[in-house]
């Protein structure tokens, strides 16, 4: 095992010291052939006029410089202005086709990351904070962005410059240039070995700017509550350090791209000046003529200021690579739940049956802790069956499975006759709708909040939905009726209006099967009473699932399932289970008796 450990730290090393992570980005330049062909279009023609700039030097300098030659100088400085002209449309062109796409290419990386995110099962959520997703696709993102747009167009132009300009150092003067080349080796291997440096200290900035993005995420959320304690001090405490902490990693990457970029420019020029020298005593001795080494200066000038720039851009892209590594981490997650590849159709029309055949379940983050032990119950289409018990029950897994969140170790769950592992879990999910007790309201209208439930519906077909869910009345007492926007989770809504919206939603989904997750259990006396109701016409025809902790919701089931431990331990009416004075009529006794103590209470 310590093997195997060490073997996945030594591969996590080894991409760490590379910027192969960037290649993820190809497959979406390859989409725009069009414009990449413009960038490097663009990026050559404006090295290729930058390189004839020395040709004119040399030849103004060896034959320009007499009075006999003045319309000779007045030609060259006209030639001088329309490569000057040709640069600057040149350059023009680099920087709108590579920014515009390296823009193009984020959009559709962000797309994907989160297209792929919608698609990875809960358990991925389970062990990963939302705000270090959210950090991936907006910092991330950004930073890649740059690295594809600025970046790319710099480390191009740098590259295909120095090219060029070695190229025509190399036919200027074999003798100068085999001294350039020589040094070459001894400038770049250290960059390489400062980068992999700069590349591990980038990833390590980018991981603690993530933690606390993800603090502050989870904090404006729960705000209210954090206020609610005066626990502001603890908060900025805590964000503060998480923040230093992203600092300090910044800075550690800054310093090894400072050091980086100050070796690649002391030892590229350093042979600039070496190269002078030797070249200054080849003029003396009429070796070469001194526009021959004006030009070779310029060009070794073009050549070195190129490779010192690429010296700063191998950190910028090192520091996108390790950004890209995250979002690459994210996309190869494969989800723990996928459709089959032959799926399996549910009959037409829908039945809404529903059956648990001796199933296990442990979750993923607990793998010691059964949540459910040899389960074994069956629904009857329409049938409403209630399932109540102790907190930590099981109650919640039966609906989490049910959904398809998570497989089941052992045993089988079946929807209308069909083992839900041989569907697709789009076409199993449209066949079931939910009002869970922690009601998901968007920050969005009314109406795009209860339209969720059908993508599509119409804004008759969503009004009488409201109108079933006991919601029409509230919703147009609002400022904008139905395009009110409600605010973050639905802050402007009380949990009775909430609560309803969700009713809505699932009225407006019309599914068979229906999963009602302690829907009033945190609702006043009245509000409770308005909901019911609307519960009451939503569970009409329906196969209902009712998970409760307050009994008086009970009541009107078929059959009520009492769970303990994974188990169902008891199964009956409310009038047989009080008389079986098990575990439910304990239950209902202490509900009941505290109810009347509460009533009783108040009217004295």
């Not at 993005?213 to 609610?228: C, D, G, P």
Request: proline residues 4%; charged residues 20%; glycine residues 8%.
């Amino acid at each position: 095992m310590a093997d195997l450990a060490q073997s996945r730290l030594d591969e996590t090393e080894r991409k760490r010291r590379s910027l192969k992570p960037l290649s993820r980005i190809f497959p979406y330049m390859s989409r725009y052939k069009g414009m990449l062909a413009g960038a490097l279009a663009s990026l050559i023609l404006a090295a290729v006029t930058t390189l004839t700039l020395p040709l004119a030097v040399r030849r103004m300098i060896d034959h320009g410089f007499t009075g006999a030659n003045g319309a000779f100088i007045d030609n060259y400085f006209g030639m001088l202005v329309l490569l000057a002209a040709l640069l600057a449309v040149a350059s023009a062109g680099r920087y709108y086709f590579v920014i515009t796409l390296g823009e193009r290419i984020i959009s559709d990386l962000r797309r994907d990351v989160f297209a792929h995110l919608t698609r990875l099962s809960p358990a991925f959520f389970d062990g990963t904070q939302s705000g270090e997703i959210v950090s991936r696709l907006t910092a991330d993102t950004t930073q890649i962005k740059s690295a594809v747009g600025a970046t790319a167009s710099i480390a191009l132009r740098n590259l295909i410059l120095a090219l060029g300009a070695i190229f025509m150092m190399v036919i200027t003067s074999p003798k100068l240039s085999s001294l350039v080349i020589a040094a070459i080796p001894v400038i770049i291997i250290p960059l390489i070995a400062f980068g992999r440096s700069v590349r591990r200290r980038s990833r390590r900035a980018q991981d603690t700017l993530a933690d606390a993005t993800a603090y502050a995420s989870e904090s404006i959320v729960s705000v209210r509550t954090l206020q609610a304690f005066t626990n502001e001090k603890l908060a900025i405490s805590r964000f503060g350090a998480s923040v230093e902490d992203a600092f300090l990693a910044a800075r550690a990457s800054v310093k090894a791209r400072a050091v980086l970029t100050a070796f690649a420019i002391f030892m590229i020029f350093s042979s600039v000046v070496a190269v002078l020298w030797f070249g200054s005593r080849d003029v003396l001795s009429g070796v070469i003529t001194p526009g021959t080494l004006g030009q070779f200066l310029l060009y070794s000038v073009f050549a070195a200021g190129a490779l010192g720039a690429l010296s700063e851009v191998w950190g910028e892209l090192s520091q996108a690579a390790g950004a890209a590594e995250r979002l690459t981490e994210i996309l190869n997650e494969q989800p723990a739940i996928a459709a089959p590849v032959n799926p399996v159709a549910l009959p037409q029309p829908p039945v809404g049956s529903v059956t648990f055949g001796d199933v296990q379940f442990n979750y993923p983050a607990r793998p010691d802790a059964p949540a459910l032990r040899g389960l074994n119950f069956t629904i009857q289409p329409g049938e409403t069956v209630a399932i109540v018990g102790p907190s930590g029950a099981g109650k919640s897994t039966v609906f989490s499975l049910l959904l398809r969140y998570y497989d089941p170790l052992s045993g089988r769950i079946e929807v209308d006759g069909v083992d839900i592992r041989d569907v697709d879990p789009v076409a199993l999910r449209a066949r079931i709708a939910i009002v869970p007790q922690d009601t998901t309201i968007f920050a969005a209208t009314v109406s795009e909040n209860i339209g969720f439930g059908r993508p599509g519906a119409s804004e008759a077909d969503i009004e009488a939905a409201a109108k079933a869910a006991l919601a029409h009345d509230f919703i147009c007492a609002l400022d904008h009726g139905y395009n009110t926007q409600v605010g973050e989770r639905g802050v402007t809504l009380s949990g009775g209006q909430r609560q309803r919206v969700a009713i809505a939603r699932a009225i407006l989904r019309n599914a068979p099967i229906l999963l009602l997750d302690e829907a009033t259990s945190a609702l006043d006396a009245a509000s409770e009473m308005l909901v019911q109701k609307a519960l009451d016409h939503l569970m009409e025809g329906r196969t209902t699932l009712v998970i409760a902790h307050r009994l008086a919701t009970v009541l009107k089931a078929d059959r009520i399932l009492v769970m303990e431990n994974g188990r169902i331990v008891e199964e009956g009416t409310h009038q047989l289970l009080v008389k079986k004075n098990g575990i439910y009529a304990n239950l209902a006794k202490l509900q009941f008796e505290a109810g009347a103590d509460a009533f009783k209470g108040a009217a004295e």
